[in-house]
């Protein structure tokens, strides 16, 4: 198989019938972040917010968003796919159809979902299709999987613009899908906070340098 042929493979996300069956146990994480020393998983407290998103490796992209301000905790993990319960061996064949994605959780008193989708624009160049930098596959994708109503019209009207944007700027089209959140479930305990953990570990994610204006 040709370089050519293997890319192609793994852009290509998986049918139903072909898709990994998992299984129904959850995936055991650690009970607090371990820059921020909040609980991973909920109940958060009242009032606080959930968002979801796929940027490329799900390492470099928790980091931007726990140092973002008015951010409570965060979490790595895999939506948007068929498979129950993935492990990250299984996201990385390309048979689940889930992506590498984070939960950011948000207190919206001290930042909007619009300010988070301005980060998530910025810090990732969403015209790549099923990749990031150099990492290909469909576990690369950019994506944006909203809980809310508001959240889909918030998702799609930044989109309009930053594209107005990449545009002036030579980008061609986003190809960011941006659908309802289904299930998300955790990564393993050392996917999580892994770069601070590894201070020297890998990211590949990085931005097209263009403002969302």
């Not at 998986?14 to 055991?28: C, D, T, W, Y």
């Not at 988070?116 to 299709?129: K, S």
Request: glycine fraction near 12%; include cysteine.
């Amino acid at each position: 198989m040709s370089l050519i042929d293997l890319i192609n493979k793994k852009s290509i996300l998986p049918s139903s019938s072909e898709a990994l069956p998992g299984r129904s146990e959850e995936m055991e994480v650690p009970e607090e972040h371990f820059v921020k020393g909040t609980p991973l998983k909920g109940p958060f407290p009242e009032g606080y917010e959930d968002a979801i998103f796929g940027m490329g490796c799900f390492w470099g992209v928790e980091r931007k968003f726990w140092e973002t301000e008015g951010v409570y905790t965060t979490a790595v993990g895999y939506s948007g796919g068929m498979t129950m319960n993935p492990t990250y061996r299984e996201v990385c064949t390309g048979f689940t159809g889930h992506n590498e994605a984070v939960l950011v959780i948000y207190d919206p008193k001290k930042i909007s979902y619009d300010e988070l989708l301005i980060t998530f624009w910025e810090q990732h160049d969403p015209t790549q299709g099923m990749r990031q930098g150099g990492d290909v596959g469909t576990q690369y994708r950019s994506g944006i999987y909203y809980l809310t109503e508001e959240q889909k019209d918030s998702s799609l009207k930044t989109r309009n613009l930053y594209q107005k944007e990449l545009n002036k700027n030579g980008f061609g089209s986003i190809t960011t899908e941006i659908i309802e959140a289904g299930r998300f479930y955790y990564a393993e305990h050392n996917h999580q906070q892994y770069l601070a953990k590894n201070p020297d570990g890998y990211c590949g994610v990085d931005g097209t340098g263009i403002k969302l204006s």
